[in-house]
């Protein structure tokens, strides 16, 4: 059992941050999986894009800021992080102004990053 | 082929768990494996032994169940969905001072690295959400 190569992971991640339990849960595998260093790439779209909004006032709700944990990522090797640009657009989200620096894709350019990856879970 | 299976949509509030059991049933039938079948989100009520069923529906838990012991497969619930949703095993209730504990046989509570072991050790891992 232990002699197999990790396989590539995308995470596509597209549930709003607050409203149900799906981000949080969601951001309990991404930093599962970087402990286990499994290869991984996150890609932020629909209302997932609206997790890269800084200045989370989530105790407001109260919920547990997510937006607090995101950041630190890419101290855990987790730094192949992408957003769909029309999703951003949609929504009046400027690439620029996000809590993580993402790489921001065409509908193509994400086919092509869902194809390039073994497994892909989606939230 | 040798599959996994991930459910995290909840067993009253989607069709997802369902959806799971017939598409690992048909699989089955079909000559493939299941290595492992993880809950995980609002999909770990479906192994609560405290979901009462009317005599003309069916229970989503027995039927995962039968198949599960049928077939000999890996049913993990993660720990950390379980508990914050109130499923506990005997040792999660002893640990948490709980009075009482619901998690159906032959489900067993474990984390997150499962999931990973079943991503990298199955050809294929199939997702059902919402």
Known sequence: MSDFTPKSVLIVIRSAPYGNQTARETLDIILTAAAFEQPLSLLFCEDGVFQLLPEQQSGLIPAKNLGATLPVLPMYDVDKIYADRSALQQRGLDDTELLLPVSVLSHNEMADLAANHQTILSF | MKLSLLIYG???????????????????????????????GDAVHTASSLTVTQQDETSIESLWQQLLRKHD???????????????????????????????????TLS??????EAINHSDRLITFGY
């Not at chain 2, 993990?76 to 999660?92: H, K, N, Q």
């Open chain 2, 10 to 40: 909840s067993p009253t509030g989607s069709q997802a768990p369902h959806t799971a059991y017939r598409y690992a049933a048909a699989a089955l039938e079909k000559g493939h494996t299941i290595h492992r079948v993880f809950f995980y």
């Open chain 2, 73 to 107: 497969i890996d049913p993990v619930v993660c720990i950390a969905a379980a508990v914050r949703r109130g499923l506990l095993d005997e040792t999660e209730a002893r640990r948490h001072e709980k009075s009482a504990f619901n998690l159906s046989s032959p489900f």
């Open chain 2, 111 to 116: 984390g997150l690295g499962q999931l990973l």
